[in-house]
């Protein structure tokens, strides 16, 4: 009979060495798996870019690192995608098409959900540290602004290569790699992106849902959104300064702007009205327009798509896939989004889309926003009851 003695060295370092393999072994399995799409992107995800084939990946709560993550990859690989920014929220995440030709193939979407000013303004500084910006394509909406909102989770200022002071910070290239590859997160996400992971879908496919069940539960998201201001104005908060300072910044790096305020469906537009907040939407677009003097924005660079014109008037009635111009309430589809670039490129070639606003004209904007609006309602009773009910029923 052999006699084998283990001593504690020696079951130290198998203990070490299975732990180091089993490390090993997860870091590889997340890598290749790479569930937070950042290693090896797929072309699409790679600029930015939300469609039909990135729907499941924008739906995930991982938007910010993945952007960040890009802008850094992107810029090491001389990708030149830098040239034109587009930032805001979901909207012109979903509505701006980095592939337009106005681009030249040079392009990058950063939009994200559920965007502040703060946020915005903090991706940019990373963006132009990485690689020069030339030019920004800065989607504005009153939401972004809201006094009480904070910036949401998966935002951190710790991956982004320049403080807010803007100093550089030299560990963000090391920061995300411990929780995307050997993080229990990591690989829980890894093992959902296999075939044995994976959920079987539930409910009917995109093309039977009703445009009206969609856009009731946009419509009452949006309720939500500004019932969250707590009847506060964007006066009372930071995102204002914010959005001084991302134009300041834009001057100083001699970065061109081009501002537009959304064209979200007349259904999210008629919601503050229900909830007497109207006031304190165009004392906001007072507050921009006053900005943009402030910052000397040329004149023609700040265009307001919102309002009541043929795009955001479209019907709702049918199914969702039938409508040419919105997936729902708060979100247009690209084909609005190349009219709206043709706009700001041209300066409001098409006055009947949009409206170029400046501090001089603003009171006349706003009153003939009121003035459509009133026709709109004299039009469609139907719709703007159906709206007015959904906003009355919410909690």
């Given at each position: 009979m052999v006699h084998v003695e283990i001593t504690f060295r020696h079951y130290l370092r198998w203990f070490f060495g299975t732990v180091v393999i089993i490390c090993a072994g997860i870091i590889l399995f997340n890598y290749k798996i790479d569930p937070f799409s950042i290693y090896h992107p797929v072309d699409y995800v790679r600029i930015g870019w939300r469609d039909s084939k990135s729907e499941a990946f924008s739906a995930s709560t991982i938007m910010r690192l993945n952007k960040a993550?890009?802008?850094?990859?992107?810029?090491?690989?001389?990708?030149?995608?830098?040239?034109?920014?587009?930032?805001?929220?979901?909207?012109?995440?979903?509505?701006?098409?980095?592939?337009?030709?106005?681009?030249?193939?040079?392009?990058?979407?950063?939009?994200?959900?559920?965007?502040?000013?703060?946020?915005?303004?903090?991706?940019?500084?990373?963006?132009?540290?990485?690689?020069?910006?030339?030019?920004?394509?800065?989607?504005?909406?009153?939401?972004?602004?809201?006094?009480?909102?904070?910036?949401?989770?998966?935002?951190?200022?710790?991956?982004?290569?320049?403080?807010?002071?803007?100093?550089?910070?030299?560990?963000?290239?090391v920061h995300d790699l411990p929780s995307t590859l050997l993080s229990w997160d990591a690989l829980k996400k890894s093992y959902e992106n296999t075939s044995f992971g994976k959920k079987k879908e539930m409910g009917p496919p995109p093309n039977q849902i009703e445009s009206l069940n969609a856009f009731q539960h946009s419509v009452v998201h949006e309720v939500e959104e500004i019932k969250s201001f707590k009847n506060k104005s964007p006066r009372e908060g930071e995102m204002l300064q914010e959005y001084q300072k991302f134009l300041k910044y834009c001057s100083q790096n001699?970065?061109?702007?081009?501002?537009?305020?959304?064209?979200?469906?007349?259904?999210?537009?008629?919601?503050?009205?229900?909830?007497?907040?109207?006031?304190f939407v165009e004392q906001w677009k007072r507050e921009i327009t006053r900005i943009n003097q402030e910052e000397g924005l040329p004149v023609g660079s700040c265009i307001d798509f919102s309002g009541f014109n043929r795009y955001t008037s479209e019907p709702v009635e049918g199914m969702i896939t039938e409508m040419k111009w919105y997936y729902e309430s708060s979100h247009y589809k690209p084909m609005i989004g190349a009219q709206i670039l043709e706009q700001l490129e041209n300066k409001n070639l098409d006055p009947t889309f949009g409206r170029v606003i400046t501090a001089d004209n603003i009171e006349q904007v706003l009153e003939a926003i009121r003035?459509?609006?009133?026709?709109?309602?004299?039009?469609?009773?139907?719709?703007?009851?159906?709206?007015?009910?959904?906003v009355l029923e919410c909690p």
């Open positions: 993550f890009i802008l850094k990859s992107n810029a090491e690989r001389h990708a030149p995608i830098h040239e034109y920014l587009i930032l805001g929220n979901s909207r012109s995440m979903c509505g701006i098409d980095p592939t337009n030709p106005l681009f030249q193939g040079k392009a990058f979407n950063g939009g994200m959900p559920g965007a502040t000013m703060y946020e915005i303004f903090r991706y940019l500084q990373h963006a132009n540290a990485l690689h020069p910006i030339h030019h920004v394509i800065l989607s504005l909406d009153y939401i972004m602004f809201n006094p009480e909102r904070k910036v949401l989770v998966d935002f951190d200022e710790d991956r982004l290569a320049v403080t807010p002071e803007g100093k550089k910070n030299y560990l963000y290239y001699k970065i061109e702007v081009h501002v537009f305020i959304s064209p979200i469906h007349v259904y999210n537009f008629l919601v503050p009205e229900f909830l007497n907040h109207n006031i003035t459509e609006r009133k026709v709109y309602g004299e039009k469609n009773a139907a719709d703007v009851e159906r709206v007015q009910k959904w």
